[in-house]
């Protein structure tokens, strides 16, 4: 735990309806962290305390489970940022009990580039855009384990992800010895896939009737995320994990696909769906949760972000 970077932003305060919430904006999850290497923390005011800021240095003492969200955006989108979850944290706060919540986070990582030309006027020579596979889920692991360190929930999170962010929620709980840092986080007991992306080769190959006019832009942003081979494409594909019940100890996986996302086919949803229901373990639970809109509506709305979570949290029972 580098404490220097967790003090390096302050606390604020937020308001929402009756209730408020401690904030930070974008600490940096690890040393010489780069313009993306962040997260947007949110605690729960105890309603037995003044609201005043804790010191830089301090995490308030809070109980219940954690929710941390990862972002989507195709692994290279820079206006999808951390800052997408505050409207599901804002319904959360006003419309919801949190009592039984103790913290949420949204991670910010490493973006690929948006185009393989140099001269193209989305080309960026940031450091925080030239990532390449594995550094997107290395970067979101290195941010759990701060995390972890830092307010000491071990496995009592929930990790939400949409679309692309899905992917990597998902490959949190996938054993690869490849992707640095993954043995030092503790996996969720429970994880929530919005509008996922989970199996990169039928995505590409098989988009379906409605989505046949994206296939160009699927492959072109799995190539600039994960290279050209593809044995790589379906090795990082969720849907590659043949026993999940060996992979991961965990609760529940929720999966919300809706069916007028035009950007994301249900079919990854539904075959997601399938492989986990047939190669789970006997304590996992499988569901799946409705969601209506297009593929952004989901966090930009929040509202019914804020009652997915709501609804897991009960399920769960924490």
């Known amino acids: 735990m580098d404490q220097q970077t967790w003090a390096s932003v302050p606390w604020s305060i937020e308001s929402h309806g009756s209730t408020a919430v401690f904030h930070k904006h974008e600490v940096p999850y690890t040393a010489n962290a780069n313009a993306l290497q962040n997260m947007d923390i949110w605690i729960p005011v105890p309603s037995t305390t003044a609201q005043e800021r804790p010191s830089p240095e301090s995490m308030p003492e809070t109980s219940g489970v954690w ?4 972002h989507g955006g195709a692994w290279r989108d820079p206006l999808v940022t951390s800052s997408s979850f505050s409207s599901t944290v804002s319904h959360l706060a006003t419309s919801h009990p949190l009592t039984k919540i103790a913290g949420f986070a949204s991670i910010n990582y490493s973006l690929s580039p948006r185009t393989h030309n140099p001269k193209d006027p989305d080309y960026t020579d940031d450091p925080s855009r030239q990532a390449k596979h594995p550094d997107h889920i290395t970067d979101v692991l290195t941010a759990l384990a701060y995390l972890q360190a830092k307010a000491k929930f071990s496995d009592n999170y929930i990790l939400l992800g949409h679309s692309c962010g899905a992917t990597l929620a998902l490959q949190v709980i996938m054993s690869r010895s490849e992707w640095n840092a993954s043995s030092k986080v503790a996996k969720p007991i429970a994880v929530v896939g919005l509008n996922g992306l989970y199996d990169m080769p039928t995505l590409i190959r098989e988009p379906g009737e409605k989505h046949a006019h994206l296939q160009g832009v699927y ?12 044995r790589v494409w379906e090795e990082i594909s969720p849907i590659s994990v043949g026993d999940w019940e060996g992979e991961w ?6 999966l919300v696909q809706s069916k007028e996302d035009s950007l994301v086919p249900y079919r990854q949803l539904v075959d997601m769906k399938d492989k986990l229901e047939k190669s789970r373990g006997k304590g996992l639970v499988v569901s799946e949760m409705e969601a209506g809109g297009d593929h952004n509506d989901l966090w930009k709305e929040g509202e019914r972000l ?3 979570v709501t609804e897991v949290v009960v399920k769960l029972g924490c």
Do not use: H, M, P, S
């Not at 100890?249 to 929720?254: A, E, F, N, S, T």
């Open 249 to 254: 100890k965990g609760k529940l996986v929720v």
């Open 219 to 230: 492959e072109t942003f799995t190539r600039l995320a994960f290279g050209d081979d593809e």
């Open 67 to 70: 929710v941390i969200y990862v």
């Open 306 to 308: 804020a009652e997915i």
